[in-house]
């Protein structure tokens, strides 16, 4: 049993605490991504996990097990962090021989073992090279496969991909992607890579300041953000994010700013007289938001002040009156070549609002 589970982990550094009721449970055999803005806690959260901090209070659970009196050493946990932790007098070949001596392998079953990690982080022509005479990238893909030779009941990875050119670190995430199902190790991955933690995770934690701010599968925390800090992080570009006042007139909800108003229709205009507030944050992503050149039902007008070519795509900057938003629409189906100055016309898809309370920051209901 791998089971990882928190329950209330708070940790103080002085007077600066670091992680602040911290619960969540990464099922056996899962990959977690913890991900958030740098130094939010993801990397403590690990170093709880491994026993490296002690919490001030709460609790960690491995395999249903109490295990803050387990020493480190003693909980079968394979770490990779951001710093590469290399032995400068050994070979590459030797730092990924040396936790397997500890499990008296074969000689066989080693070389199988360091052959299999070779190729996979493509390593073949630097086995006999010491650390100082490698890259900083070779350096990080090393400290990764001196914990992927080994077969833990645990793997932690911090940034592990943090120091690879962009072409390898896509590669590197699709590949522990697989041995991850293939070996069915309980993972937990840290990343400030929003994209990369929706790319390889089962489960994401989405933290902020110390606390876990959302706990879902990628799906449900880019499609059902649960407080306006998640709607913004995930995704890119973020979420577009309008304050506008609730306002009722022939028996309709409207949505109203200065630069335009949209109606709701019947379930989200009953949603908002429930909540009896005056104003709320509409939250819509670029993707979501729909250009043409001629108006239509629904639609607004808006001026194109920046147009950035995104190989299959376009990301447009928008302004309409003092409310400046972003678009992300596919090159084959927007049906003119955008310029700069340009009007066009704007609406945003139907389905896709999320609705936010602005006073506690937190989604009203699930998808508009």
């Avoid at 770490?79 to 070949?93: G, I, K």
């Avoid at 506008?244 to 949603?271: I, K, R, Y």
Wanted: aromatic share 8%; with cysteine; glycine share 8%.
């Amino acid at each position: 049993m791998s089971e990882i589970r928190l329950e209330n982990v708070r940790v103080r550094y002085g007077k600066n605490v670091v992680l602040r009721d911290v619960s969540f449970t990464v099922p056996e055999g899962s990959l977690c991504v913890i991900t958030g803005p740098s130094g939010c806690g993801k990397t403590t959260v690990l170093r709880v996990i491994a026993g490296l901090t002690k919490p001030e209070r709460g609790m960690v659970y491995l395999g249903g097990k109490p295990a803050l009196h387990i020493l480190p050493g003693e909980r079968d946990v394979a770490m990779c962090f951001q710093t590469f932790a290399l032995y400068p007098h050994m070979t590459v070949r030797e730092n990924w021989m040396f936790p397997l001596y500890a499990e008296k392998l074969s000689p066989q079953e080693m070389a199988r073992r360091i052959e299999e990690v070779t190729r996979l982080l493509h390593m073949e022509f630097l086995l006999d090279r010491y650390p100082g005479q490698l890259s900083g990238g070779q350096q990080q893909r090393v400290a990764l496969g001196r914990a992927l030779v080994r077969r833990p009941k645990i793997y932690l990875l911090d940034e592990p991909l943090g120091n690879l050119d962009a072409k390898l670190r896509v590669e590197m995430r699709a590949e522990i992607r697989k041995i991850q199902e293939t070996l069915g190790i309980t993972t937990v991955y840290v990343t400030h890579d929003q994209t990369e933690a929706q790319a390889v995770a089962d489960i994401m934690v989405v933290m902020d300041f110390g606390e876990v701010k959302q706990v879902g599968t990628p799906e449900e925390v880019y499609e059902k953000p649960e407080n306006l800090f998640v709607a913004g992080f995930i995704g890119t570009p973020r979420m577009n994010f309008f304050s506008l006042e609730v306002q009722e007139g022939n028996g309709q909800v409207f949505l109203v700013s200065q630069a335009f108003s949209l109606p709701l229709d019947a379930h989200q205009g009953a949603l908002l007289r429930r909540q009896n507030i005056p104003r709320v944050i509409l939250g819509v992503r670029p993707e979501n938001v729909l250009c043409t050149l001629q108006p239509g039902s629904g639609s607004f007008p808006a001026v194109l002040e920046v147009v950035e070519p995104q190989s299959n795509e376009y990301i447009l900057t928008l302004r309409r009156e003092d409310v400046i938003f972003k678009a992300r629409l596919r090159r084959d189906t927007l049906g003119f070549t955008p310029e700069v100055g340009q009007k066009v016309w704007v609406r945003f898809e139907e389905g896709f609002w999320h609705l936010f309370d602005p006073r506690t920051e937190r989604r009203l209901e699930g998808r508009g």
